[in-house]
């Protein structure tokens, strides 16, 4: 796949922003091997309860910390104690600060050079969230609080795993602006309204549609408002007899190369969900997982598209790139692409916006 810097993005090769990096139940107390932005990672939860990511390898003779079945620091299960992580190989400590605070067999002080690298995580309905930042800042914009979760009425989501994507996210952001691929792949039919609209950090789609088999003759039109919260988060939600809150979220593990994760809340009629209501929001969700892997399997099999062709009644594909380049640059020019994308654009060749009426 195209490299970040084949699509002329900017200085840095990862996005700055927040990213998944996991479902909370990946972290347990058995070290898990995850790889993102280029590196080899490791993911544990402490005894505190507390998950952690740390640099994969032991800075003493290079040892992964999470690639061992064998050793008796795991058989013995002192692979992590407290919130540290023990190496497999020999034995050396390491805290949360990444530190190392023990060399079993050294009275020797540990050297304040053996340390890991480690990326603070928040965990956040049922996920855990990284910012990750080439820059080394802080975060700039506020994860987002999914306020659904654990709320009356409402069926939590349950994290679907999709695994590796050889495609750079641009391709994945794209879609956003793509009025053109929901009838051909997602069923969509006499579209009354497709706008835009790109606000800071934030991107976001109105579709308003009818669909082949969502939504039978006569049947009110559908409509989805669904927005990205920087480059990695897009949550959409789509009102009816069963509300849903839909979340995807993808992260870089190579330049070219991402993981995704999809998810689905319902809204029911019981305060407390029933075990047929979560059994009925489980359905909403596999069919909501069903529409997405429309697109996931596009994006697997078609060629990195550096230049959009544009033509009439396609969504604004190049206000959306100037938009998401703010992610791949320094932050000090953020504001720059966002003066540049910044606005509502409502797109052609629908029932409220027909081909006589806009240009």
């Known amino acids: 796949m195209a490299t970040t810097a084949e699509y002329g993005l900017g200085e840095f090769t990862y996005p700055r922003g927040w990213f998944m990096v996991g479902a ?3 972290a347990t107390t058995k070290p898990l091997a995850v790889r993102f932005f280029g590196e080899d990672m490791v993911l544990y939860r402490g005894e505190s309860g507390r998950p952690f990511l740390v640099e994969a390898y032991c800075p003493h003779m290079g040892t992964h910390l999470a690639q061992n079945s064998t050793s008796y620091v795991v058989t013995d299960n002192e692979h992590v104690e407290g919130d540290n992580i023990r190496c497999p190989y020999h034995g050396w400590r390491f805290g949360p600060d990444g530190q190392c605070n023990d060399i079993p067999y050294s009275p020797a002080k540990p050297p304040k050079k053996a340390c890991l690298k480690n990326w603070s995580l928040t965990e956040r309905a049922g996920c855990l969230w990284m910012w990750f930042d080439e820059e080394g800042g802080e975060p700039d914009y506020e994860l987002p609080a999914f306020e659904m979760w654990d709320q009356p009425h409402w069926v939590n989501w349950k994290i679907d795993i999709l695994g590796e994507l050889e495609s750079h996210p641009q391709e994945v952001v794209d879609n956003m602006v793509d009025k053109g691929h929901l009838g051909p792949v997602h069923g969509s039919t006499d579209m009354v309204l497709f706008e835009n609209v790109f606000d800071n950090h934030e991107i976001r789609q109105i579709l308003t549609a009818g669909h082949k088999t969502l939504a039978g003759e006569g049947v009110e039109p559908m409509t989805n408002d669904t927005w990205y919260t920087g480059p990695g988060i897009l949550q959409s939600i789509m009102v009816g007899e069963y509300p849903s809150h839909m979340l995807i979220a993808h992260t870089p593990v190579e330049d ?17 969900p029933t075990e047929g209501d979560i059994a009925a929001g489980r359905g909403y969700q596999e069919a909501s997982l069903a529409a997405f892997s429309q697109d996931f399997e596009i994006w697997g099999n078609k060629r990195p598209c550096l230049a959009p062709m544009m033509v009439k009644g396609d969504g604004p594909f190049d206000k959306l790139r100037i938009w998401y380049k703010q992610f791949f640059n320094p932050r000090a020019r953020a504001g720059e692409f966002q003066k540049r994308a910044n606005g509502k654009y409502v797109s052609n060749g629908t ?8 240009a």
């Open 24 to 26: 909370s139940e990946e």
């Open 256 to 272: 070219g190369k991402i993981k995704v994760w999809h998810a689905l809340m319902v809204k029911v009629a019981n305060e407390v």
């Open 351 to 358: 029932l409220n916006n027909p081909w006589d009426e806009v």
